[in-house]
Nanobody
Framework: QVQLVESGGGLVQAGGSLRLSCAAS????????MGWFRQAPGKEREFVAA????????YYADSVKGRFTISRDNAKNTVYLQMNSLKPEDTAVYYC?????????????????WGQGTQVTVTS
């Protein structure tokens, strides 16, 4: 079993930056692909970014491509989401997720465990 704890959310003005962290504990972290999802009020949870177990492959939603960067430090059992040029429409609860597989995935049902989420609010 793997436990995930997100941090780094907060309130930021449009155009600003935040870096989210997701710390993992439990089973061997570096064999698992990880992802970030987000959920805005009244909307479904949506895919944001994913990274393979080695960090060699990444994938982004079109809405964040070029602005967000996902990375991981397996020595620290941590995944990051660097968010630049933030927009009000990025406002959501951001969730870290992991799966018992080395290959990255893009859909909610492909992930096996989740963090509790961290709020990101972007003001105009």
């Amino acid at each position: 079993q793997v436990q995930l704890v997100e941090s780094g959310g907060g309130l930021v003005q449009a155009g600003g930056s935040l870096r989210l962290s997701c710390a993992a504990s439990g089973r061997t972290f570096n064999t698992y692909a990880m992802g970030w999802f987000r959920q805005a009020p009244g909307k479904e949870r949506e895919f944001v970014a994913a990274i393979s177990w080695s960090g060699g492959s990444t994938y982004y939603a079109d809405s964040v491509k070029g602005r967000f960067t996902i990375s991981r430090d397996n020595a620290k059992n941590t995944v990051y989401l660097q968010m630049n040029s933030l927009k009000p429409e990025d406002t959501a609860v951001y969730y870290c997720a992991g799966r018992y597989d080395y290959a990255l995935a893009l859909t909610y049902n492909d992930y096996d465990y989740w963090g509790q989420g961290t709020q990101v609010t972007v003001t105009s």
